[in-house]
């Protein structure tokens, strides 16, 4: 079974504080995803990897960055942490056929 | 043309009836539409896809129905369970194999009561 890992299920943070999320899949596929999930607004997607160390926006980038230095990690990070940013974060890896597989989510809370 | 509508935003069934939730898209370049679940403290998961060269999918209770020309496609979960009490999300991509970005419905909460 493909077996995607995210480091932190719960995280409680203060405005202004840099941020790591990191997310570990086990099955060498090349694209990886970070999504945040919101009520009512479903999953939006922040930013993909297709490869070691290359990076495309999504549709809400802003405020966020991301690092690719190995294939099976990918790590979102909030520079500076502000309290729109909470939220629950899903990292996905991408089969073969496109389907994705998520972690099980990062609850961060901004205060 | 990227959004994918979803509804409704939630659904009440009895055990035992139809669920129906519905989705539309706009990008015509889309070719695979996927269902997703998702469970309370649990990431979604990958319940059942679709391509366009067919009207219908079926695994065991749960079907999807697509119609191309009118660019719908929709979930039925028949003979509803409690156990099928969760979020579910359409997703639209385009062509598998290469960078397939999934649009993704707001979801859909379903309570299957017993």
């Known amino acids: 079974d493909v077996k995607v890992t995210q480091s932190s299920r719960y995280l409680v943070k203060r405005t202004g504080e840099k941020v790591f999320l990191e997310c570990v899949q086990d099955m060498d596929h090349e694209n990886m995803f970070w999504y945040r999930q919101d009520p009512g607004l479903g999953l939006r997607l922040i930013y993909f990897s297709y490869d070691v160390k290359m990076k495309e926006k999504g549709d809400i980038p802003e405020g966020y960055s991301v690092s690719r230095e190995k294939k099976e990690r990918f790590s979102l990070i909030l520079e500076s942490a502000s309290t729109n940013q909470t939220s629950m974060y899903l990292c996905a890896s991408q089969g073969y056929i496109g389907e994705l597989f998520f972690g099980e989510g990062s609850r961060l809370t901004v205060l | 043309q990227q959004q994918v509508k979803q509804s409704p935003q939630s659904l009440i069934v009895q055990k035992g009836g139809i669920s129906i939730i519905n989705c539309a898209y706009e990008n015509t370049a889309f070719d695979y539409f996927p269902w997703y679940q998702q469970f309370p403290g649990k990431g979604p998961a990958l319940l059942i896809a679709?391509?366009?060269?067919?009207s219908e999918k079926k695994e065991g209770r749960f079907t999807i129905s697509f119609n191309k020309s009118a660019k719908q496609f929709s979930l039925h979960i028949m003979d509803s369970q409690p156990g099928d009490s969760a979020t579910y999300f359409c997703?639209?991509?385009?062509?598998?194999?290469?960078?397939?970005?999934?649009?993704f419905g707001t979801g859909t909460l379903l309570a299957v009561q017993p």
């Open positions: 997703a639209a991509g385009g062509r598998a194999g290469a960078t397939n970005k999934l649009i």
């Open positions: 679709i391509r366009p060269d067919v």
